[in-house]
């Protein structure tokens, strides 16, 4: 499996909310990044923050690009969910993975929310 389909794995257990399938794309000491919000180390705490309980349900996760460099997978694109205190919101996104190996050992995210209809 190219790290490509191994990234696309992780994005389609998210949009299914399947733990089990994105943390097998996971090295167990995994760190992620959620710049100017939160990082999260090894699968425990990566796994408490896939559905964060300040959120309702999967996001609808829209990949608009991918470049692969190295040990680095990037991928740009456009999301969707739903803010239990605020309500549905949407946002861009910027996911910068990085290999050891075969598996995700660290990702940073960077999220800019979006305003207006789309």
Do not use: C, Q
């Amino acid at each position: 499996m190219t790290r490509r389909e191994l990234v696309e794995r992780y994005f389609d257990g998210f949009r299914a909310g399947d733990h089990p399938a994105i943390l097998a794309t996971l090295h167990d000491d995994v760190e992620w990044v959620i710049h100017g919000h939160r990082t999260t180390r090894g699968k425990d705490e990566f796994d408490g923050e896939i559905e964060n309980p300040g959120f309702s349900g999967s996001p609808v996760l829209d990949v608009r690009r991918v470049h692969e460099a190295g040990e680095a997978v990037v991928v740009l694109g456009e999301g969707r969910g739903v803010s239990v205190e605020h309500g549905p919101f949407r946002f861009a996104f910027n996911d910068v993975f990085t290999f050891r190996g075969d598996l995700i050992a660290r990702v940073d995210s960077y999220v800019v929310p979006l305003t207006g209809e789309r």
